[in-house]
């Protein structure tokens, strides 16, 4: 189902399953003939790089492709792989459309520290709410009900460490609503996701509409511009604590890091769909976001989260081993 996994933004391209182009034609009448299939796959470049870019094929021998995943899970798999220079470094069906679900409360943590940074409003200022405003699943909400009130660090703590839907509504306006937060990922060079309603319904997922939708492009490369260059010093290190501290995301992308790798994620789920977009360290220190995306597997719950952990898996054995190869 998937395109092939590339490296983007330094222009290597593993396709594992894939065919040769076909030859251009002689001046002769006899046209050449289309080469047959290359057998064990092949690496190719978007864009002409230079030697030292290219990976050798028997580098790439031990890397699971991430289509078999996607074909076992039945569904529609998506990752992007962004380095905290900004430079997409690998992706599978990266600008592929796929429900938010909750990681747009990532983007919104920060909308609201980066909106505290320039004084629109204090964190400390607190927000009231009622019965109304409480949904099914809003634990730290819950907690706080007799309280009436929560900060807006509250709020934001509780919308990526525990995914709070009732805190994420609360904040919404703050931020001028979906439309709001929308704009703000515009002016953070997002050209692509869209947050178009409020929890639940953002949870539709309908096909082929692109309400509440991102690529795992556009997310790995937004939450790597605000990480890693928008956001200052002390709202990144709160945003980044926030993601480090939350308990959604245990058996999906951090189940798949290799030894010695940390992340911190917000994950989204919604019935037909299962996300994962994580800040992860590597022993080195070296820190990107991966993000990735399962629409509409056939697999039960627990299936479609080993899933993504292997996707994980895979992406950073693929990096690390690009990089042994001399990719840099």
């Not at 429900?99 to 964190?123: H, Q, R």
Request: proline letters at 8%.
């Amino acid at each position: 189902m998937g395109r092939p996994f590339r490296i983007a933004a330094l222009a290597a391209l593993m396709c594992m399953a894939t065919t040769a182009p076909a030859a251009p034609k002689k001046a002769a009448p006899e046209p050449v003939p289309t080469p047959e299939p290359v057998p064990t796959g092949r690496l190719d470049s978007l864009l002409p790089p230079p030697p030292r870019y290219l990976v050798p094929q028997s580098a790439l021998a031990s890397v699971r492709n991430p289509r078999s995943i996607e074909e076992e899970t039945g569904g529609r798999l998506g990752i992007a792989l962004v380095d905290s220079k900004g430079a997409l470094i690998l992706g599978f069906n990266r600008d592929d459309r796929f429900a938010l679900c909750s990681t747009f409360k990532a983007p919104l943590a920060a909308a609201v520290l980066i909106g505290a940074e320039g004084g629109k409003f204090g964190l400390e200022g607190e927000i009231p709410f009622g019965k109304d405003d409480i949904l099914d699943y809003a634990p730290v909400v819950k907690k706080n009900r007799k309280r009436g009130r929560m900060s807006m660090a509250e709020l934001a703590q509780a919308a990526v460490e525990v995914s709070d839907n009732s805190a994420a509504n609360l904040l919404l306006p703050m931020v001028g609503g979906p439309e709001g937060l929308t704009a703000f990922m515009r002016a953070h060079g997002d050209s692509v996701t869209r947050l178009d309603r409020n929890e639940p319904a953002l949870n539709e997922n309908a096909p082929d509409d692109p309400r509440d939708t991102t690529t795992p492009a556009a997310m790995a490369e937004l939450m790597g511009r605000l990480l890693f260059r928008d956001m200052k010093g002390e709202s990144a290190d709160r945003l980044r604590g926030w993601l480090n501290a939350s308990t959604t995301g245990d058996n999906r992308i951090k189940a798949g890091l290799p030894e010695g790798w940390t992340s911190g994620s917000k994950t989204g789920s919604c019935g037909t769909a299962y996300n994962d977009v994580a800040l992860v360290k590597a022993p080195s220190g070296e820190e990107y976001i991966l993000a990735i995306y399962l629409d509409r597997p056939t697999v039960d719950a627990k299936a479609a989260e080993a899933a993504i952990a292997q996707a994980a898996q895979a992406a950073l054995d693929f990096l690390a081993k690009a990089q042994k190869s001399g990719l840099d």
